[in-house]
């Protein structure tokens, strides 16, 4: 459990714990804080200078922003992406990864509990495999919790979760994703679209679909990330970007956005949005939060 701040005119001291799993893009890299703080040492053995400018380690973390953002893993264990998903990839590219045996990876989501509300971002594969009931019930949340489910995607390790069996898991959220996306998956053969349609069925009542720069409540902001999936969304609240399946891989994809994973649908949109959604963090010291990013790796 880690907290991730960038403390800029911090103006709120909080004591919750943020799990890593949140990459700031500053001259690609990957940064975390220790919670309950960090020894000198720690921090110049695992910090530069710059990400030393950029955040803080103390006893009491700062933030800045009222809100908590915490990774829920959904997968039980750490995972591997083959090499192959992503073509063929140099050996020597390979090598100085260090990531011969594959790619390192979770199946996440993201909790955001901000202005008395509780936001659940995706909501992993469902079952057999899920461990997100279990893990959100180690942070003290029921499904009954939750207020709201901003959907980045329709990928079924993104909407499984909403369903067990016939019934909905969360009651009373309200339910947001983009009216591109829906339109695009709905138009598929029935062989793709036949959890979509049945999940979003069941929600229905409570189903909002939205335009790219949107604000949703609590403010947070719906963007354009379309490539991944025809109507992918990314959310920024504050200094956070909910970037979905923007990046499959950190450990590869960061330094080389013009590789793609197999599972994005339109190539080259995706490298596009890739390059855009990592330079505009770079030059706004945002982080992104991914939902294959896995929790503790650093790059």
């Given amino acids: 459990m880690f907290y991730f701040c960038f403390i800029e005119n911090p103006i709120k001291q909080i004591d919750r714990i943020i799990r890593k799993g949140i990459f700031l893009v500053s001259g690609v890299l990957l940064a975390s804080m220790c919670a309950g703080g960090c020894s000198q040492s720690q921090k110049q053995a695992s910090a530069t200078d710059e990400e030393q400018a950029l955040f803080a380690c103390t006893d009491s973390i700062t933030t800045v922003c009222d809100s908590i953002l915490t990774q829920i893993r959904d997968n039980a264990q750490e995972r591997l992406m083959q090499l192959s998903l992503f073509g063929e990839l140099p050996q ?4 100085s990864l260090g990531i011969s045996q594959g790619v390192p990876a979770s199946v996440s989501t993201f909790l955001l509990e901000i202005d008395g509300k509780r936001i659940l971002f995706d909501t992993g594969m469902g079952a057999p495999d899920s461990r997100l009931l279990t893990n959100l019930s180690a942070v003290g949340v029921t499904p009954a919790d939750i207020d709201y489910l901003y959907l980045t995607h329709f990928h079924g390790d993104h909407i499984g979760g909403m369903m067990k069996g016939d019934s909905v898991v969360f009651p009373r959220a309200e339910v947001y994703a983009a009216q591109q996306e829906y339109d695009a998956w709905t138009q598929m053969p029935d062989e ?64 080389h956005p013009e590789i793609c994973a197999a599972y994005d649908m339109d190539p080259q949109a ?24 896995p929790a503790g790796h650093a790059k």
């Fill in 92 to 95: 020597a590219l390979i090598d």
């Fill in 192 to 255: 793709q679209k036949a959890q979509v349609v049945a999940t979003m069925e069941a929600y229905k009542e409570r189903l909002h679909l939205v335009a790219y720069g949107d604000t949703l409540p609590c403010g947070v902001v719906a963007l354009n990330c379309a490539g991944h999936t025809p109507g992918h969304t990314a959310y920024q609240v504050g200094k956070f970007i909910i970037a979905g399946d923007l990046v499959h891989g950190a450990a590869l994809q960061l330094a």
């Fill in 270 to 293: 995706a490298i596009q949005k890739r390059r855009h959604f990592l330079d505009y963090a770079r030059q706004n010291h945002l982080f992104l939060a991914g939902m294959h990013q």
